[in-house]
């Protein structure tokens, strides 16, 4: 039977989950067998039936038991015993020392370090000519001219709140500012 160290900063339901999984997982536990009922395991470990149900949900939770109306809580009869928990991390060190002994990948013969391209393969002049031409199509984008902001828009949301809201507006009731700052200005 597992015991509960009171003096452990684990809480016991914690500590209760950790001992039933790693039963369950050393094969203690056969798949289908019942566990015992909440009230037994709760008197035996002087712990109260709610850390006992808690512990048992977890493993409900994590696929390791299965819970049937009225009977109690069973051992997932498609949980694996072998080559799976507790075996685990014996089989993974050889696994592990078998990876770090293999030898590094030769190194690459391409720098793909950022920032490191060769300044010879960047279209720079290309770039400039585009940046140029956009900059020129731009004529008007920066006026400031109406106060309240594009018309177009203005008139685009009008007809929007219009539709979608049923909110009467015209665009000279709209006003488009960039902060609240600008709204009481």
Request: charged share 25%; aromatic share 10%; with cysteine.
């Amino acid at each position: 039977m597992i015991s509960i160290e009171r003096s452990s900063a684990t809480p016991a339901y914690v500590q209760l989950y950790e001992g039933l999984r790693e039963d369950i997982v050393r094969g203690i536990y056969e798949p289908d067998a019942k566990l015992p009922s909440v009230r037994y395991v709760a008197e035996e470990l002087g712990v109260s039936r709610n850390t006992v149900d808690k512990a048992y949900q977890q493993l409900y939770a994590e696929g390791y038991v299965v819970s049937r109306n009225r009977s109690g809580y069973y051992v997932d009869p498609a949980m694996p015993t072998e080559g799976c928990g507790a075996d685990w991390p014996g089989r993974s060190e050889g696994i592990l020392a078998e990876m770090l002994k293999a030898p590094a990948d030769p190194p690459v013969p391409y720098d793909f370090f950022y920032g490191s391209l060769p300044t010879e393969l960047f279209p720079a002049e290309a770039l400039r000519k585009a940046v140029g031409e956009a900059l020129c199509s731009l004529e008007g984008s920066n006026d400031y001219s109406d106060e309240f902001g594009l018309l177009s828009l203005r008139e685009s949301l009008s007809g929007y709140l219009g539709r979608a809201r049923s909110v009467r507006c015209s665009a000279g009731q709209i006003a488009i500012q960039s902060g609240t700052r600008d709204g009481i200005e």
